[in-house]
Nanobody, 127 residues
């Protein structure tokens, strides 16, 4: 089992930046592929970004490519989402997700692939 706790959400004006953190506890953090998803009011949860166990590969939704950066610090058991140039359509609850993997290059782009989820953190971007 692994527990995920997100932090760093808040209210920010259009064009602003936020950095979300996801602290993991439990089993060895380095054997997990990690990702961020988000869910806006009235919409389904959608993929935002993913990072492999090794941290060497990252993947992004087209809507955030070039603005968001996912990274991980295995020494701190933490994954980050740096969000720049925020837009009103980025407003959502952001969730951290993890999955135990055997291969360091494994990753997933759908929420059904992941095993563990955090409680979410609200990001609100005002125009």
């Amino acid at each position: 089992q692994v527990q995920l706790v997100e932090s760093g959400g808040g209210l920010v004006q259009a064009g602003g930046s936020l950095r979300l953190s996801c602290a993991a506890s439990g089993r060895t953090f380095s054997s997990y592929a990690m990702a961020w998803f988000r869910q806006a009011p009235g919409k389904e949860r959608e993929f935002v970004a993913a990072i492999t166990w090794s941290g060497g590969n990252t993947y992004y939704a087209d809507s955030v490519k070039g603005r968001f950066t996912i990274s991980r610090d295995s020494a701190k058991n933490t994954v980050y989402l740096q969000m720049n140039s925020l837009k009103p359509e980025d407003t959502a609850v952001y969730y951290c997700a993890a999955k135990t993997v055997q291969n360091p290059w494994d990753y997933g782009l759908t929420d059904g692939w992941y095993e563990y989820w955090g409680q979410g953190t609200q990001v609100t971007n005002s125009s």
